[in-house]
């Protein structure tokens, strides 16, 4: 089994297990549920190959749930483990056609979630990079924060930017972009995907939202209301949009 850096100084191997921060692991628990449900919707098997971007839990999850090899692609060296092999490569450098990464692939699924609001390359370029990588009628399941979620219109209603501001950690700079659904309906349509489904939810635990070391206690009676209550919001407004598309 062979290590690599990540950011914090965790190893690849603590960020799949989840080891390195426990909180975020809880925060996203229900959001790596969902994900894995649709993966065995999408048909998913075994001999499936999988290409999850930006390693977690989820890629240890998807993994062991499903009973096949996954790859995954981030900022930490190449590494390969028992049931996973991690691929480096920025995607921040697919503004750059001649960096592409062509080594790797082709793939029956590619997991996009959560990552595409931290890149600062215009999402066009990064995914007709992705769909150089998938096979055709293959699948892209896209995941991102929904950028007019009703806390966020609230937040600027009331004159507080709903953004956070950009970081100083080069490899965690948070959020440079958010989009709204319409938004990646064009994105992904115009670099070659078809549209099969679009969901609105809210999968993330509140009672853990503070994350940032892992070590932060719950907010279990807050939270836990704050989960019902996000809930109940319409569909539209709800912070979490997933998309399910597939390469024309």
């Given at each position: 089994?062979?290590?690599s850096?990540?950011?914090?100084?965790?190893?690849?191997g603590?960020?799949?297990?989840?080891?390195?921060?426990?909180?975020?692991?809880a925060?996203h628990?229900?959001?790596?549920?969902?994900?894995?449900d649709?993966?065995?919707?999408?048909?998913?098997?075994?001999?499936?190959?999988?290409?999850?971007?930006?390693a977690?839990?989820?890629?240890?999850w998807?993994a062991?749930?499903l009973?096949?090899?996954?790859?995954?692609m981030?900022?930490?060296?190449?590494?390969?483990?028992e049931?996973?092999?991690?691929h480096?490569?920025?995607?921040?450098?697919?503004?750059?056609?001649s960096?592409?990464?062509?080594?790797?692939?082709?793939?029956?699924i590619?997991?996009f979630?959560?990552?595409?609001?931290?890149?600062?390359?215009?999402?066009?370029?990064?995914?007709?990079?992705?769909?150089?990588?998938?096979?055709p009628?293959?699948?892209?399941?896209l995941?991102?924060?929904?950028?007019?979620?009703?806390?966020k219109r609230?937040?600027?209603?009331?004159?507080?930017h709903?953004?956070?501001?950009?970081?100083?950690?080069?490899?965690?700079?948070?959020?440079?972009?958010?989009?709204?659904?319409?938004?990646?309906?064009?994105?992904?349509?115009?670099?070659?995907?078809?549209?099969?489904?679009?969901?609105?939810?809210?999968?993330?635990?509140?009672?853990?939202?503070?994350?940032?070391?892992?070590?932060e206690?719950p907010?279990?009676?807050?939270?836990?209301?704050?989960?019902?209550?996000?809930?109940?919001?319409?569909?539209?407004?709800?912070e979490?949009?997933?998309?399910l598309?597939?390469r024309?």
């Amino acid at each position: 089994m062979m290590s690599s850096s990540a950011p914090g100084g965790a190893s690849i191997g603590q960020v799949i297990s989840g080891a390195a921060n426990p909180a975020y692991a809880a925060f996203h628990r229900p959001r790596f549920v969902f994900l894995l449900d649709l993966l065995r919707t999408c048909g998913a098997t075994g001999t499936s190959r999988i290409l999850d971007i930006g390693a977690s839990q989820l890629t240890s999850w998807i993994a062991s749930e499903l009973g096949v090899h996954v790859e995954s692609m981030g900022l930490e060296e190449d590494a390969r483990f028992e049931n996973v092999t991690h691929h480096r490569f920025d995607l921040n450098a697919a503004q750059d056609r001649s960096q592409w990464r062509l080594d790797i692939g082709p793939y029956d699924i590619i997991v996009f979630a959560e990552v595409l609001e931290h890149l600062f390359t215009a999402p066009e370029l990064v995914l007709q990079y992705l769909r150089e990588l998938v096979v055709p009628g293959g699948a892209l399941v896209l995941q991102t924060p929904n950028a007019v979620a009703l806390r966020k219109r609230i937040k600027m209603a009331i004159g507080s930017h709903p953004f956070e501001r950009i970081r100083i950690q080069r490899d965690n700079p948070g959020h440079f972009r958010e989009y709204t659904a319409s938004e990646l309906r064009q994105l992904l349509a115009g670099a070659g995907f078809s549209i099969e489904r679009v969901w609105f939810e809210h999968y993330f635990d509140v009672r853990y939202a503070r994350h940032e070391t892992g070590r932060e206690p719950p907010s279990l009676m807050a939270g836990a209301l704050k989960n019902v209550l996000h809930r109940l919001v319409p569909p539209s407004l709800r912070e979490g949009i997933t998309i399910l598309a597939r390469r024309i």
